[in-house]
């Protein structure tokens, strides 16, 4: 399979790029993504061989059926990866909540959050494609939480690759910070940057279009690159959990294969959501995707609308702040597959340069044949957060955005995936507080108050991190970024 520009072709870019080209570069033409020329066709027949295989072997066959440029074996030590989730036979549980809710659980993995389900596999395949090439590799990463965690993860130890991830002093939780500083590999580098998240995203993207940084890693025999979620080599592995959430729902006598349902995503920057569209574009039943976001609702006022305005907003922090987003990457994704090159690089364009753009009538339209959007404040996920738990049911403040979705943008009575996209132990202080009022300063406290109250155990790999020593003390104002990164090269 070969990608292609969603902002057409400025004549130096390659028009069209193969896998792990699209990988190590995935900025195209005139700033735009590299996206897929065509998707595979599953049809049913595919959906219904895959009733009786395990996970690992429904994703060896998307891939397969992506017919991409990574060996066979590259991809079996990626997939082999999901054997370190919680239960290595099923990876994503899919649990019933109530009525026609289904929860599909992606936050099994080793750092207890969705990011794991991509960046596991993405680091293995991105280090095989450095070691075909015999090449080196230096990935930043910016991080509000999530990102950076599950980065050091996948990469520690890793041949041909090194990491520098930063993040915002004082700007995640304990549970995130100590997951990141407690990391020893020697291929990798966590700084702490003194500021808001803004400030490191906007370091990472100036070292990324430094002409004079990436000379001097040139110097060194090193490349850039970045795991961000514009990286296709996420999004490929993101269309997997969807189609194995349906197939789920099938075996649990949910549904009839072939019936539709709605998916239900708490969005940010759009990687999830993308996914599951890719997965209905290549013949998963699904009726609707609901995107579920914060009072950060830029993309609700968009798939309603057909207008994004970045005018007169600025970032709100929530108790969601993996989806405090206002520049949803991931969108110019569905613009080209929808409009086409042309009209996504003038949507595009206006967007940098007027802050805003809307869609005409029939565009907006055709969004909406396939999503549908809500968004949930904090006060409301809140209650979402304690009646579920009065109901069985402990999950995190993305989760509880989705419950939102669930009850305002459904218009038929089918049955609906909603994704839950981090552990309870990751934003432990907003759901004590959501479960029994109290105010915990520090992670530990809740983690135990919420354990004790939903009779659980803190699992092992959180518990351990608040006695683990702290190897990565560097932390640094925003002005020294690029020497710190050289003097750890
Ligand atoms: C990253 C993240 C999201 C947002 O996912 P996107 O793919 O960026 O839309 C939601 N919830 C959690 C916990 C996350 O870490």
């Known amino acids: 399979m070969k990608f292609i520009e969603t902002r057409g072709n400025d004549g130096q870019h390659?028009?069209?790029?193969?896998?792990?080209?699209?990988?190590?570069?995935?900025?195209?033409?005139?700033?735009?993504?590299?996206?897929?020329?065509?998707?595979?066709?599953?049809?049913?027949?595919?959906?219904?061989?895959?009733?009786?295989?395990?996970?690992?072997?429904?994703?060896?066959?998307?891939?397969?059926?992506?017919?991409?440029?990574?060996?066979?074996?590259?991809?079996?030590?990626?997939?082999?990866l999901y054997d370190l989730f919680d239960d290595p036979a099923n990876p994503v549980p899919v649990v019933k909540v109530h009525d026609d809710l289904y929860i599909s659980e992606l936050y099994h993995g080793p750092t207890r959050a969705f990011k794991d389900m991509a960046l596991q596999p993405f680091g293995v395949v991105l280090s095989a494609i450095a070691q075909q090439r015999n090449e080196q590799y230096l990935i930043l990463a910016a991080t509000s939480g999530d990102t950076g965690p599950a980065a050091l993860e996948t990469f520690k130890n890793r041949p041909n690759v090194r990491v520098a991830c930063m993040y915002p002093v004082g700007g995640t939780s304990d549970v995130q910070r100590l997951q990141m500083v407690t990391e020893d590999a020697s291929n990798l580098k966590v700084i702490g940057v003194k500021g808001d998240f803004d400030d490191t995203q906007n370091a990472l993207k100036t070292l990324l279009g430094s002409a004079g940084f990436k000379a001097k890693l040139k110097e060194k025999n090193i490349h850039?690159?970045?795991?961000?979620?514009?990286?296709?080599?996420?999004?490929?592995?993101?269309?997997?959990?969807?189609?194995?959430?349906?197939?789920?729902?099938?075996?649990?006598?949910?549904?009839?294969?072939?019936?539709?349902?709605?998916?239900?995503?708490?969005?940010?920057?759009?990687?999830?959501?993308?996914?599951?569209?890719?997965?209905m574009k290549m013949g998963l039943p699904v009726e609707k995707i609901l995107i579920a976001s914060n009072t950060n609702n830029i993309l609700t006022q968009f798939i309603n609308s057909g207008v994004y305005d970045l005018r007169d907003t600025s970032v709100i922090p929530t108790t969601s702040p993996a989806m405090d987003i206002l520049i949803s990457s991931n969108i110019e994704r569905i613009l080209f597959d929808l409009f086409g090159s042309a009209r996504t690089r003038e949507l595009m364009r206006?967007?940098?340069?007027?802050?805003?753009?809307?869609?005409?009538?029939?565009?907006?339209?055709?969004?909406?044949?396939?999503?549908?959007?809500?968004?949930?404040?904090?006060?409301?996920?809140?209650?979402?957060?304690?009646?579920?738990?009065?109901?069985?049911?402990?999950?995190?403040?993305?989760?509880a955005t989705c419950f939102k979705a669930y009850d305002s943008c459904r218009d038929r009575p089918l049955k609906t995936i909603a994704y839950s996209t981090a552990e309870w132990?990751?934003?432990?202080?907003?759901?004590?507080?959501?479960?029994?009022?109290?105010?915990?300063?520090?992670?530990?406290?809740?983690?135990?108050?919420?354990?004790?109250?939903?009779?659980?155990?803190?699992?092992?790999?959180?518990?351990?991190?608040?006695?683990?020593?702290?190897?990565?003390?560097?932390?640094?104002?925003?002005?020294?970024?690029e020497a710190e990164i050289l003097s750890f090269l």
């Open 224 to 279: 850039l690159s970045a795991a961000n979620s514009v990286n296709f080599g996420r999004i490929i592995f993101q269309t997997i959990y969807h189609i194995h959430s349906y197939l789920e729902l099938v075996r649990q006598n949910a549904i009839s294969i072939s019936e539709k349902v709605y998916l239900d995503v708490p969005s940010g920057n759009f990687g999830n959501a993308l996914g599951g569209y890719y997965a």
């Open 350 to 399: 206006q967007l940098s340069t007027e802050k805003k753009y809307h869609l005409n009538e029939s565009e907006l339209a055709r969004l909406q044949t396939i999503f549908a959007a809500d968004f949930c404040n904090d006060q409301e996920g809140k209650q979402y957060i304690k009646t579920a738990f009065a109901g069985g049911y402990l999950m995190d403040p993305h989760t």
């Open 14 to 80: 390659p028009q069209l790029a193969s896998f792990s080209e699209a990988i190590l570069n995935p900025i195209s033409s005139f700033g735009g993504l590299y996206s897929p020329e065509s998707l595979p066709d599953l049809g049913l027949d595919f959906l219904e061989a895959h009733l009786t295989t395990d996970y690992r072997v429904l994703a060896r066959d998307i891939l397969g059926a992506f017919e991409i440029d990574v060996d066979a074996d590259f991809i079996e030590q990626a997939l082999a």
């Open 425 to 481: 132990t990751k934003f432990s202080p907003v759901i004590a507080n959501a479960l029994t009022g109290e105010v915990d300063a520090h992670d530990i406290d809740a983690l135990k108050s919420i354990a004790e109250k939903a009779n659980i155990k803190i699992p092992p790999t959180i518990n351990e991190l608040f006695s683990k020593p702290i190897t990565q003390k560097s932390v640094i104002e925003k002005d020294q970024i």
